[in-house]
């Protein structure tokens, strides 16, 4: 009986280790040149979902949002997600819909022009202005700069933690749907809570694999 086990868990280890894979990191994701040129040439089309389906994340945002339909949320690096209607549509109508394309931004202006579509790069000191949020949702924006393996892209992604963190009221939450949880250690520096889960997902490079899905808590 012991045997069988430490045999189960040895192989749920081996599975948990086999989800966890995915590609090597790229150093072209964090560069603000790359995505220009991949939404203005259609690469993405009219809709990419990064880190899950909107359906599939719904439960932690939910979880995170509450009733709280009169709140203000951040959606960073929302590129042409679905996530800002299914938001609004859903009853939360104070969403703020940020990426640092300029061609993703005037097409989503023009696919959603009820919606609130906000160019700029979160990794800018102060680039989120004055206002507060109650709330941020990340679906793969800080991946594409820890993920990418230089030091300027890291950087990059430390400059938007502190933003986003900034950006937050006290006790404001931002919720993160990660890749692999790179950056994870950041996060925990910057936030006063970080709390971790996995779910099991297809992610942007189709591998089969555990999402991490990350809460802080300013």
């Given amino acids: 009986m012991c045997g069988c086990f430490q045999f189960s868990k040895l192989r749920d280890l081996q599975r948990r280790f086999a989800l966890f894979r995915g590609d090597s ?3 072209w994701l964090g560069r603000r040149e790359y995505w220009e ?51 609004h549509d859903a009853g939360f109508v104070r969403v703020t819909n940020v990426d640092y394309s ?11 022009p009820q919606l609130t579509w906000l160019c700029v790069d979160c990794a800018a000191p102060g680039a989120l202005g004055a206002d507060c949020f109650d709330f941020c949702i990340d679906k793969g ?27 937050l009221i006290d006790g404001g939450k931002y919720l993160v ?3 692999g949880g790179v950056g994870i250690e950041i996060l925990r520096a910057t936030f006063r809570s970080v709390e971790v889960e996995h779910m099991e997902g297809y992610a942007c490079d ?5 999402i991490t899905v990350i809460l802080c808590t300013k």
């Fill in 206 to 210: 189709l591998y089969y694999k555990l």
């Fill in 141 to 167: 924006a800080i991946d594409s700069l820890f993920e990418s393996n230089t030091k300027a892209m890291w950087e990059n992604g430390c400059s938007m933690v502190r933003e986003i963190h900034r950006a």
């Fill in 102 to 112: 300029d061609a993703v931004i005037e097409m989503m202006r023009r696919q959603e």
């Fill in 37 to 87: 040129a991949a939404y203005a040439s259609g690469r993405y089309k009219d809709v990419y979902e990064w880190n899950q389906t909107c359906d599939a994340i719904w439960p932690y945002v939910t979880k995170m949002l509450g009733q709280s339909f009169g709140s203000r949320v951040l959606h960073v690096g929302c590129g042409n997600s679905r996530l800002g209607r299914t938001l």
């Fill in 177 to 179: 749907i990660s890749n």
């Fill in 25 to 27: 990191a790229r150093s």
